[in-house]
Nanobody, 116 residues
């Protein structure tokens, strides 16, 4: 059974930082592309970042480029999202995402709120 457990969210002031973690199990993590997506209040899901296997090539949405950094630890079956210089518009529920055969798996999400 695929399980994804996100953690690390919270309330942070603009300009602050957070590090999200996603612990994965139930599938071949080291050979799987992993992504972070988010859902802001009243909006749909949006891709934030993804990381490939092997060399770990990465993708970032334009809105987070230069501020967020995705990484993975295959020994721990964990993917991370380091978020710096946070803005109020980054407020959202963040989900770790795994796609297999066209089906997306996500955890329960972790709330990130950026506010003064």
């Amino acid at each position: 059974e695929v399980q994804l457990v996100e953690s690390g969210g919270g309330l942070v002031q603009p300009g602050g930082s957070l590090r999200l973690s996603c612990a994965a199990s139930g599938f071949p993590f080291s050979s799987s592309v992993m992504s972070w997506v988010r859902q802001a209040p009243g909006k749909g899901l949006a891709m934030v970042s993804s990381i490939n296997t092997g060399s770990g090539g990465t993708y970032y949405a334009d809105s987070v480029k230069g501020r967020f950094s995705i990484s993975r630890d295959n020994a721990k079956n964990t993917v991370y999202l380091q978020m710096n210089s946070l803005k109020p518009e980054d407020t959202a529920v963040y989900y770790c995402n795994y796609n297999s055969g066209g089906r997306n798996y996500r955890g329960q999400g972790t709330q990130v709120t950026v506010s003064s």
